[in-house]
């Protein structure tokens, strides 16, 4: 039996909303990692599953995931967090989507009902990597009761904290999803592990500044949600003189989203901001595909911007004629694009 035997043996039906979950088996120390496939339907609400968040990148480790009887080879990055945090005496049942997703195949589709795949997880956990020297202080300190208590005054461990704030998967975009859907999200680095919640409020932490974590970013390059005016021309005239500040973007775009998590949520419970503000408000974020960048935020958008704006990742869609559409749909509504064209330097942008 080979891999592909295994996903076929394990087909998804679209219409039932059908996602695999890795069974992973329990183990120990470095014991052999197994898993089986198993389908269920995110048309239920009981399912009981965590969904795992990481970062793709990195080499692809000598050993493998056993699935059924079939060896599965995943970065080392995937593996050593699979270790972390599988059960010792029993199942884990976990959603990742290098696993649960024929990657030779492209189950792309599936790609569209991520968001909902996390907002139907128990839980949403974020793997940062393996610890560092000082990663466990950072974590401590982040979880820590004294951190928690206004106007007392405490040592920060600001090179740790800086240094677990810059790892990778604060970069990429689709934690603004996995996060802003999920209903329970835990942060784990190495076998430390804090609520994100903890991360908040250390972003709004009134007793030390902010924007210490900032220090190679401009200094404004995220436009809170409570202080944006309601018209579009304003939100992109403010972003395109930030844009000129700084080519490059900046190390650290999720504190942004951190500090704001609050509005953000509102946000989406009252159906969602514009998908031109959600935009320019993630100015700094990182995909390895380049549509990623606004696929991602569509789940976070109105209604009308997921009905205008369909994910479609096969060959016949272009990165030329993505942006030419899209480009179309946001003058729609404002010639402001406009004045921000200069700034792409891609040579298959639109015109």
Known sequence: ????????????????????????????????????????????????????????????????????????????????????????????????????????????????????????????????????????????????????????????????????????????????????????????????????????????GKKFERPFFMEDEPEEPHLAVKQVRPDVTYRMSQMKDKLEESENPPKQPCVGVLSNWYAHKQQLEASGPSLMELTFLMHGFQASVRRDKMFALLELATPEARFSIIPDYSDAMSDRLFLTRLTRYFLHFSLQPLRLAYHCRANDCPS
């Open 1 to 204: 039996m080979t891999l592909q035997d295994v996903y076929v043996q394990a087909p998804l039906v679209t219409d039932r909303r059908e996602i695999r979950i890795l069974a992973l088996a329990s183990g120990t120390g470095d014991d052999v990692l197994r898993g089986d496939l198993v389908v269920e339907s995110l048309n239920y609400d009981d399912l009981d599953y965590t969904a795992l968040s990481y970062t793709w990148s990195g080499p692809v480790s000598e050993s493998a995931i056993v699935i059924g009887d079939v060896p599965l080879h995943i970065t080392e990055n995937l593996e050593l967090a699979l270790h972390r945090i599988r059960g010792r005496s029993r199942l884990k049942n976990l959603w990742i989507d290098a696993i649960c997703i024929n990657q030779k195949r492209k189950e792309k589709c599936t790609r569209t009902l991520n968001a909902r795949i996390y907002a139907d997880a128990t839980l949403a956990l974020v793997w940062l990597d393996q610890k560092s020297a000082d990663s466990d202080v950072a974590m401590d300190f982040t979880g820590s009761p004294r951190q928690r208590i206004p106007d007392q005054v405490v040592k920060i461990p600001l090179p740790a904290v800086t240094k677990l704030m810059r790892r990778t998967w604060w970069t990429r975009i689709w934690v603004v999803q996995e996060a802003s859907m999920s209903r329970q999200i835990i942060v784990q680095c190495g076998e430390r592990q804090v609520d994100t919640l903890y991360f908040v409020q250390l972003m709004n």
